[in-house]
């Protein structure tokens, strides 16, 4: 089994791809994925994905606008978290993303409510845990993660092999299709773990190795 951390802007254009090659790839090989994901907010993940949709970011009110969005889809993510699990936060955070990926809406807490009532969630119980102390600590320990694993852009993933001790991929950016399907296939998966030494995964203090978008943890 594989266990994925995947750093993403919540609103990325390129973070809901990733996400669809990663869902592809787990049904054309059979594979089973414990996908963790961990929304980030940052300038430069906000900046590149307004460029990818042809949006303008050179206006303050531009700007200002989709740091709020992403703000509050990360909240909401985090409080669906808390309240409902890890399973329902995906959902509600994948189908906001593909809301949003075709252009033909924009972010708006009205949205949020929608797809919140969609999944049949209560919207007084997640604004309460926003207001809760263990929104910002699960906020904070993702956002040390990221800094432990090194993640320097959106979307980035680390994937752990349960196969291979001691093994961890950190891949930045967005690989295409047969990056990551050669990266899963378990042929090509053994001879990376064996071509290059790792450290522990528990040692985050570890080296990188750089082959294109990947790194050996």
Not at 52 to 67: C, D, G, S
Not at 146 to 165: E, R, Y
Request: glycine content about 4%.
């Amino acid at each position: 089994m594989f266990e994925l951390f995947l750093f993403i802007n919540p609103l990325g254009l390129s973070c809901f791809q990733l996400e669809n090659k990663i869902k592809l790839l787990a049904e054309e090989l059979d594979l089973e994925i414990c996908v963790n994901y961990l929304p980030l907010v940052t300038l430069d993940s906000m900046k590149a994905d307004m460029v990818k949709r042809n949006w303008n970011f050179n206006t303050v009110i531009n700007l200002a606008h989709y740091h709020e969005a992403s703000l509050s889809a990360q909240n909401l993510y985090y409080a669906i978290q808390i309240a409902y699990g890890k399973k329902r936060a995906r959902k509600f955070l994948f189908n906001l993303q593909e809301k949003l990926s075709y252009g033909k809406e924009e972010y708006s807490f009205n949205l949020a409510k929608k797809l919140i009532s969609d999944l049949k969630l209560d919207l007084k119980k997640i604004e309460g845990v926003k207001q809760d102390d263990c929104l910002k600590n699960a906020i904070g320990q993702d956002q040390q993660l990221a800094k432990k694993f090194h993640i320097n852009s959106l979307p980035s993933a680390v994937i752990f092999d349960d196969a291979v001790d001691d093994s961890g991929l950190l891949l930045d950016g967005e690989p295409s299709l047969d990056e990551l399907r050669s990266i899963f296939a378990s042929g090509d998966r053994q001879a990376i773990s064996e071509s290059i030494a790792c450290e522990p995964v528990c040692d985050y203090n570890s080296f990188y190795c750089q082959t294109g978008h990947l790194h050996l943890l």
